[in-house]
């Protein structure tokens, strides 16, 4: 591997790795404010990381870069896993409707600030 | 599962949470650069990550003995978190959708969610029956 793949690959890692670190701040900063049977944090932490992927998708920024902040950064901070366990988890608590709502709020919520994000990024590059 | 509680804000934890986080990043990138996506294709890289994240972290969630908050925090918030990716998800939907895909779109995005809750159940009672706990939907009192 060339020394530009090593700096690459360390880069992703790095910034994967401080997108977790601020998943779990901003996770505990929301739980800690509004009390609610929803996972409300992971939610935020996963609709933001949608918008943010987004705009920076529409931005059209170099390929690096672009890396680093999707696949990277914000690859690290949102999450698919604790997405699912959250649901499963309200599910065998019984309570399915909050579940459904925990399943489908993130799937067209999350589609929604992806093309929002995709709309404005394009609009700031093409302006 | 938000509800980190007040121990996982020590600076211990943290880096754990960082040390997690950098090896699940490391096995999303090295999956994604090995299956790289292709226009229109089924973004196997990604699948694949998400469903083994969800698998795994359904399967420790479910488990009742935890050996402390560090090694919970480097494997469930870091590695399970940093593995699996909602942005990327939601982006290749919508990709594949502006591309002309829309059934190849709404086929990742729903079988990506339906297959995802059923490793995360699956796991989770699998885990609680190696540990003997009775499930939680045996309790309707």
Request: proline fraction near 3%; charge should be positive; glycine fraction near 16%.
């Amino acid at each position: 591997m060339s020394s530009a793949g090593v700096v690459s690959w360390f880069g992703l890692i790095v910034l994967g790795a401080l997108g977790a670190l601020a998943r779990v701040e901003i996770d505990r900063a929301v739980s800690a404010r509004v009390k609610s049977a929803l996972p409300l944090g992971i939610l935020a932490v996963n609709g933001s990381g949608a918008l943010l992927a987004g705009f920076a998708t529409g931005l059209a920024l170099a390929p690096w870069l672009l890396a680093g902040a999707g696949v990277g950064l914000l690859g690290g901070y949102t999450t698919f896993s604790t997405w699912m366990t959250g649901a499963q988890r309200l599910a065998a608590d019984g309570r399915r409707l909050l579940a459904m709502v925990n399943v489908l709020v993130p799937v067209f919520g999350g589609l929604a600030l992806t093309v929002l994000g995709l709309l404005v990024g394009r609009g700031l590059a093409g302006g | 599962m938000s509800g980190v509680d007040a121990r996982e804000t020590s600076w211990d934890v943290r880096l754990s949470v960082l040390a997690g986080g950098a090896l699940g990043t490391a096995g999303r990138a090295a999956l994604l650069w090995g299956m790289p996506p292709s226009a229109g294709g089924w973004p196997w890289a990604t699948f694949a990550v998400n469903l083994a994240g969800a698998a795994l972290l359904g399967w420790l969630v479910a488990g009742e003995h935890w050996r402390g908050e560090r090694s919970r925090a480097f494997l469930t918030h870091g590695l399970c978190g940093a593995l699996t990716t909602f942005s990327a998800f939601q982006l290749e939907v919508v990709s594949l959708a502006e591309a002309g895909h829309a059934s190849v779109a709404v086929a990742y995005l729903a079988t990506s969610v339906l297959l995802g809750l059923l490793l995360a159940s699956a796991a989770s009672a699998l885990r609680r029956g190696f540990t003997g706990r009775r499930g939680a939907r045996a309790a309707p009192s």
